[in-house]
């Protein structure tokens, strides 16, 4: 067994437990801890296919950037532990049905035989000047040009919606109006009061 096989299985171990990590712990900060911990061995994967240009992004942008927010709102919301296990026992029988049928799935696909050693053989390595970035960029904008214009017009969309979603006027909401703040004056604000000059009484 070669030292790129052992190094291919141990992170894929380290992920898989990251992944089971994420779904069974309590905790949220934990959690999105073994998410961060997940993201980084699938980026270890990334770069043993020779694909380091998407395992830097994985790196950049998930753990550096959304994970940080995640961690950040999670932190910030306070999430209470005790109310969120309160209705554990409700949706565990669901959660178990799915969870067989998604390992019934794997099985059946895995054990077809299609995903073998002998079908899916090691990628012979490319030569000196290969740019896995420029590659990748001609086949999307050339190939997958369909495919990548409607996965951006869909989050496009989602963005308004999410933008809308928040807009949205709520009467018991308290929020500031900019306008309002910057047409006011100062006599709306302030107030000065004549008072006559009172003298300390002689004893």
Not at 84 to 106: D, K, S
Not at 132 to 147: A, C, D, F, Q, S
Request: aromatic share 10%; with cysteine; hydrophobic share 55%.
């Amino acid at each position: 067994m070669t030292f790129e096989l052992l190094t291919f299985f141990f992170f894929s171990a380290v992920l898989v437990f990251a992944s089971a990590m994420v779904i069974t712990i309590r905790n949220p900060v934990k959690a999105a801890l073994f998410l961060v911990l997940a993201f980084f061995s699938a980026a270890c994967l990334w770069v043993l296919l020779e694909a380091e240009f998407l395992g830097i992004v994985l790196i950049l942008v998930y753990v550096g950037a959304v994970m940080v927010l995640f961690l950040f709102v999670v932190m910030m919301l306070d999430v209470n532990l005790a109310r969120m296990r309160e209705g554990f026992g409700e949706y565990l029988p669901m959660g178990a049905i799915v969870a067989i049928l998604m390992v019934a799935e794997m099985a059946i696909v895995l054990g077809s035989g299609e995903f073998s050693l002998a079908n899916m053989p090691q990628p012979a390595g490319h030569p000196e000047g290969y740019s896995n970035t420029k590659e990748l960029g001609r086949l999307i904008y050339t190939v997958y040009v369909y495919p990548f214009e409607i996965a951006a017009l869909i989050l496009l969309v989602a963005i308004v919606a999410a933008i809308a979603l928040t807009l949205r006027k709520r009467p018991n909401t308290k929020h500031q109006n900019t306008a309002q703040q910057i047409q006011v004056k100062r006599s709306d604000r302030v107030r000065l009061v004549k008072m006559p000059s009172e003298k300390k009484p002689e004893n």
